[in-house]
């Protein structure tokens, strides 16, 4: 199996599935000098934790890091970074009797497909719970990011039909903060802690977006054609289970948009360059701007419901009925917000090594 690699220099690598011993990333590529610790990352797992709060499931994992190799005397060495999550609190039991049925909504059908024999248990290495690895590899990425100032912050703008209104920049972090579903809108947040909830007791699941900003980017960032960095974001963030789509900038308004509305206009301020709209999102032809980037993705409803669905017996090969039990997030949006800015600042942290702010070497 191929396809868990991300990065030319910076690389990561994520392994384990969700009911298997652990889950991790080794990161490669990382220069040496970098202080990092186990308490770095742990804060960074602990964002997308689960059973922390009523809207996310109840699995009760720590998610308690080990590094295990790449970091000497409080620093990084240059040599690849290992790290691992091991699990503790799997039930399998509620799996057994769908290993020939292919859950709605679910990978199990395409991954039977391609390769036959696979990890069905919670989902195997289709499972959400994969994103350790990329919130493991995000951890040594934003502290890469920190040397430049650079901040990466991610919120839940909508859940369902609700919809945050636009917060102050100033305020988005500290917003979310304060609310179980890390909204910057406390009103809104309310009403969708209210939904999720209220959808969780009839069986059912609601879908919704993330907004992912950062700031303080430099100029020149990307390469022109198949490397650019809106494309390398794009593919990142579709890399996330459950993620439908991916806006950048104006994203499909842009689609209505006469040239005079979308075009961002350049002027100077304190002799630096800087545009007086942001419709791009921070990224003109593959390369950032300076500006501060914006991107939003689609997150789907949960797939795993308690609601009796259709679904094909494979072994009979005849029309069932099945009924998932096992605990499961009501709402992906919460906690997937650690996975987007971990996987936007691993892909940051790439191109700015490949671009030479960063010593591939050492710090």
Same mark, same amino acid.
């Given at each position: 199996?191929?396809? @868990?690699?991300?990065g030319?220099?910076?690389?990561?690598?994520?392994?384990?599935?969700?009911h298997?011993?652990?889950? #991790?990333?080794?990161?490669?590529? +990382?220069?040496?000098?970098?202080?990092?610790?186990?308490?770095?990352?742990?804060?960074?797992?602990d964002?997308?934790? &689960?059973? /922390?709060?009523?809207v996310? /499931?109840s699995?009760?994992?720590?998610?308690?890091?080990?590094?295990?190799?790449?970091i000497? *005397?409080?620093k990084?060495?240059?040599?690849?970074?290992?790290?691992?999550?091991?699990?503790?609190?799997m039930?399998?039991?509620?799996?057994?009797?769908?290993? @020939?049925?292919p859950?709605? #909504?679910?990978?199990d059908? #395409?991954w039977?497909s391609?390769y036959?024999?696979?990890?069905?248990?919670g989902?195997?290495r289709?499972?959400?719970?994969?994103?350790?690895?990329?919130?493991?590899?995000?951890?040594?990425?934003?502290?890469?990011?920190?040397?430049?100032?650079i901040?990466v912050i991610?919120?839940?703008?909508?859940?369902?039909?609700? *919809?945050?209104?636009?917060?102050?920049?100033?305020?988005i972090?500290?917003?979310?903060?304060?609310?179980?579903?890390r909204?910057?809108?406390?009103?809104?947040?309310?009403?969708?802690? *209210?939904?999720i909830?209220?959808?969780?007791?009839?069986?059912?699941?609601?879908?919704?977006?993330?907004?992912?900003?950062?700031? @303080?980017?430099?100029?020149?960032?990307?390469? &022109?054609?198949?490397?650019?960095?809106?494309?390398?974001?794009?593919?990142v963030?579709?890399?996330?289970?459950?993620?439908?789509?991916?806006?950048?900038?104006?994203?499909?308004e842009?689609?209505?948009?006469?040239?005079?509305?979308?075009n961002?206009?350049?002027?100077?301020?304190n002799?630096?360059?800087k545009?007086?709209?942001?419709?791009s999102?921070?990224?003109?032809?593959g390369?950032?701007? #300076?500006?501060?980037?914006? /991107?939003?993705?689609?997150v789907?409803?949960?797939?795993?419901?308690?609601?009796?669905?259709?679904?094909?017996?494979?072994e009979?090969?005849?029309n069932?009925?099945?009924?998932?039990?096992?605990r499961h997030? &009501? +709402?992906? +949006?919460?906690?997937?917000?650690?996975?987007?800015?971990?996987?936007?600042?691993?892909?940051?942290?790439?191109?700015?090594?490949?671009?030479?702010?960063? @010593?591939?070497?050492k710090l």
């Open positions: 199996m191929s396809g @868990n690699t991300i030319k220099i910076f690389k990561i690598t994520t392994f384990g599935s969700s298997g011993t652990a889950l #991790g990333a080794v990161v490669d590529g +990382c220069p040496a000098g970098l202080e990092l610790s186990k308490e770095d990352m742990q804060k960074e797992l964002k997308r934790r &689960p059973g /922390t709060s009523k996310t /499931t699995r009760g994992e720590t998610d308690e890091v080990q590094i295990l190799s790449g000497f *005397e409080g990084t060495d240059g040599t690849p970074i290992a790290a691992a999550v091991y699990n503790r609190d039930d399998s039991s509620a799996y057994k009797a769908l290993r @020939n049925k859950r709605p #909504g679910h990978a059908y #395409g039977i391609k036959g024999h696979y990890d069905y248990r989902g195997g289709a499972s959400g719970r994969t994103t350790i690895g990329h919130v493991i590899g995000g951890a040594v990425a934003k502290k890469l990011l920190e040397k430049l100032n901040k991610a919120h839940v703008t909508k859940v369902g039909s609700i *919809e945050a209104q636009k917060i102050k920049l100033t305020e972090e500290k917003n979310i903060e304060n609310n179980s579903v909204c910057a809108d406390l009103e809104a947040a309310a009403k969708m802690e *209210e939904l909830l209220d959808l969780k007791q009839k069986g059912d699941s609601v879908g919704g977006i993330v907004e992912t900003i950062v700031l @303080n980017v430099p100029a020149g960032l990307g390469e &022109p054609v198949f490397d650019k960095l809106d494309a390398d974001i794009a593919k963030l579709m890399g996330i289970g459950s993620v439908k789509g991916v806006e950048i900038g104006a994203g499909f842009a689609a209505g948009l006469k040239g005079s509305q979308m961002d206009e350049f002027y100077m301020d002799n630096k360059i545009t007086k709209t942001n419709r999102g921070g990224i003109l032809g390369i950032s701007d #300076g500006m501060p980037i914006i /991107t939003r993705m689609a789907k409803p949960t797939p795993s419901i308690s609601k009796v669905q259709e679904t094909v017996d494979l009979k090969m005849d069932t009925k099945i009924e998932i039990r096992g997030d &009501p +709402c992906i +949006c919460p906690r997937v917000t650690s996975v987007a800015e971990s996987s936007i600042a691993v892909v940051l942290a790439d191109h700015l090594i490949r671009a030479g702010f960063i @010593n591939s070497c």
